[in-house]
């Protein structure tokens, strides 16, 4: 299953409105350059965020697909299995916001960004 999807964008805040109001939901998780928005943290997310190399937003760019890992080793595992077939290292396992989620990101062999992660 899908844990979020991550969208670039050029505003947060007009995009935080955007979101929130769009589906009926609210800001779950706000870190400055990305924010979070659901019903809850336990269903599906839309996330919005500057892009990290601060270029524009466009798919490829600020675009990623998140898999929830179940736990840190999962997340591991999902990345380890991801190299083995052939994907690039985006971001090696580790601990990321504020010991509040923990990550790991591959480009596919197409480029598309993937998260594997576990809120711990």
Do not use: H, W
């Amino acid at each position: 299953m899908i844990g979020y999807v991550t969208l670039g964008v050029r505003d947060l805040e007009v995009s935080k409105k955007f979101y929130t109001a769009l589906l009926n939901s609210k800001v779950l998780v706000d870190v400055g350059r990305l924010v979070m928005i659901g019903k809850d943290m336990a269903q599906p997310k839309i996330a919005v965020c500057l892009p990290f190399n601060d270029n524009d937003p466009s798919p490829g760019n600020g675009v990623m697909v998140a898999f929830p890992g179940g736990s840190k080793e999962g997340v591991v595992e999902f990345y380890n299995k991801a190299i083995e077939l052939g994907a690039l290292c985006d971001g090696e396992p580790g601990q990321r916001i504020d010991g509040v989620f923990y990550g790991a990101y591959v480009k596919d062999p197409d480029g598309n960004k993937l998260c594997f992660f576990d809120f711990s």
